[in-house]
Structures are given as C-alpha cells and as structure tokens.
C-alpha cells in the first residue's frame, strides 16, 4: 500500500529529487506506470550526475549498493513498484556493472546519462508513437469504441484517429471509485468527438452491446497473456466476451513481465483511501488472456498468449 514516508524515516543517502519524486508518487501525483517509470529514470539521471566515486572505489562497484539502492529502497517504500520499474532498474544495474573501472567517472557518467535518454527515447517514446499509430488503424469510420477509465496510451490512440478525418463515437466506462474518465470525455468533447459517459457499471451490459471493439491500456502484462489493470477492467472483459467483442490491450514490451499470475491477489495494491480493519478495496485486477483478443506493443500485434515469445525476444536482443 502506498504511504507517505516521514522525512525523518529516510535514508540520508536519498538524493532530494527522488525524495520529491517518492512523495509525490505515495499520493497519487504520478499515477500510470509508464509515467512513473519515465519519472525514475529522469530522477535516477540526476543523482548519476551528482554522483562522485570514493577514494579507492570504483564506479562500477560502489555505485549500484551505495547510491542506487537507497533511492530504490525509497521509493518501494513509498509505494510498491511497478514492472516496468523493476525491468527498468535490472536493466540501469547491469549497464553500471559493464562500466570499466579504467574509464574517468565523468566519462562514465556521461555513458550512462546517455544510456538513460535513449532508454527512454526508444522503450517508451518511440514505443507509444508505434503502439498509438497501430491502434488508431484499428478504428474505422462509424466505429463505436468503449474504453474503462483514463489510459494515456489510450487516448493518444482516440485523438490520432481523430485527426486522422475518422468519424466514430466514444462510450467511455468509469470507475465510480476514481472517475478519471471524465477528465477523458471533456477533452474528447472539445475535439468534437461524441462522447457516451458511464460514471458506473449500472449499463455495462448495454454499453458493450453497442462497441464494435473495446480498447484497454494496461499496467503491466504477465507472461501467461494475462492483463493487470485498473480494478474493474476484469468485468468489462468479461461483459465483452459475452457479447462476443473484440478487446485491444495497449502495452509497451517494458510493461511485460516474466511472472505469471492467474488471479488478482497474488499481485496487487490496496487503495490507501479504502482500507478498514473490515474492508479494503484492490487498485488493480488481473484479466485472464481468455478474455483478450489482441495485444498491441511496438513490436507486433499479437495474441495475448504470445507475450512470453516478445519477452523471450526481448532478452534475446538485450
């Protein structure tokens, strides 16, 4: 559960901006997983940058244990990491063990900055314009597309086919607990898209009647295909499923991790807003691949299933 950690409670090795960066992430303030991936790295970019190595250490060894552990310890601490965070940091650990120890700590440091931006520029921006640009061909004239919440992979995705001439209609389901899609709605108004809002589950099976597809964006995938999401996107598969509708799942290959997950409590945050001796309530919910039909990332466009083989490609390639 996310919780805002005393100033007094931290390590005094945590570097200010990470400081920041975790407080603002325990309320709220940074909520997707990809923003908050971006967020780390930048975050991580400048402690790098700040970093000088002890007399009789080198960068390669004293860095990851000494400087990069407390900041990560932090923010874990602050609130439970994502995937793509995980996948991020292993990957940021293993570009400091290959630095030589002969190479001058700012040319190192240097090597990594850059090592960063163009993590960055090709995991995440690149990968949205790709994810993005093969969502909206999916969307054709007098389309009906339903979509759960607040996604911005999502909404890139709405406002392309938008400008792209293509004339269809919006029924956007929100979470009664959260109602970010409203925030979605206006904004896809003022673009003069029609727009059908549900700010609860009380039409969910009409709703879906009327989609021709339903587009989610998600917090992660597990190797087994199946989706993790905003809590409530389990029922709206499931309502798709049963009428028979296509469901797009829009995920960055950083999102996919090697776990497998069949349920919706083995990985999981509890809402820190929600929470009794009595009841709690679940952030995210775990969406079987049955109920899925396509995944999209920046490499392909597969079945859900198939996420294991782009993640078995993706440490091929590393």
């Not at 709220?28 to 971006?38: H, N």
């Not at 994810?131 to 759960?148: F, G």
């Not at 919440?149 to 979470?175: C, P, Q, T, W, Y």
């Not at 339903?214 to 309502?239: K, P, Q, W």
């Amino acid at each position: 559960m996310a919780r805002r950690l005393p100033i007094t409670q931290t390590d005094k090795d945590v570097h200010p901006t990470v400081l920041a960066l975790g407080q603002k992430m325990a309320i709220f303030g940074i909520d997707e997983s990809i923003a908050r991936l971006e967020a780390t790295l930048l975050a991580f970019k400048k402690v790098i940058e700040s970093y000088t190595t002890p007399p009789g250490n080198t960068l390669a060894r004293h860095l990851t244990p000494h400087v990069l552990n407390p900041q990560i310890e932090y923010l874990s601490a602050c609130r439970p990491m994502c995937f793509s965070m995980g996948n991020a940091i292993r990957w940021l650990k293993l570009q400091v063990s290959k630095i030589d120890p002969d190479v001058p700590d700012f040319e190192a440091k240097k090597l990594l900055c850059a090592s960063i931006d163009a993590f960055i520029q090709e995991r995440i921006e690149v990968a949205d314009v790709v994810i993005t640009e093969k969502a909206a061909d999916c969307i054709h004239d007098k389309m009906t597309v339903l979509v759960y919440g607040r996604n911005s992979l999502v909404e890139a995705a709405l406002l392309l086919a938008h400008s792209m001439g293509k004339k269809f209609n919006i029924i956007i389901i929100d979470d009664p607990s959260d109602l970010k899609g409203q925030g979605l709605a206006t904004k896809l108004i003022e673009k003069g898209i029609r727009v059908t809002y549900s700010g609860d589950f009380g039409a969910l099976q009409s709703h879906v009647e009327l989609a021709d597809i339903i587009f989610f964006g998600a917090e992660g995938m597990f190797s087994n295909g199946a989706l993790y999401g905003r809590a409530g996107t389990c029922d709206v598969a499931i309502a798709a499923k049963d009428h028979g509708k296509r469901v797009y799942t829009l995920c960055e290959t950083i999102n996919i991790t090697d776990r497998v997950s069949t349920d919706s409590l083995t990985y999981n945050e509890i809402h820190p807003d929600y929470c009794s001796g009595k009841s709690f309530r679940l952030l995210y919910d775990t969406t079987p691949s049955d109920y899925l039909s396509i995944v999209v990332t920046e490499i392909s466009s597969a079945q859900p299933t198939s996420v294991s083989y782009l993640l078995r490609k993706l440490e091929d390639s590393n």
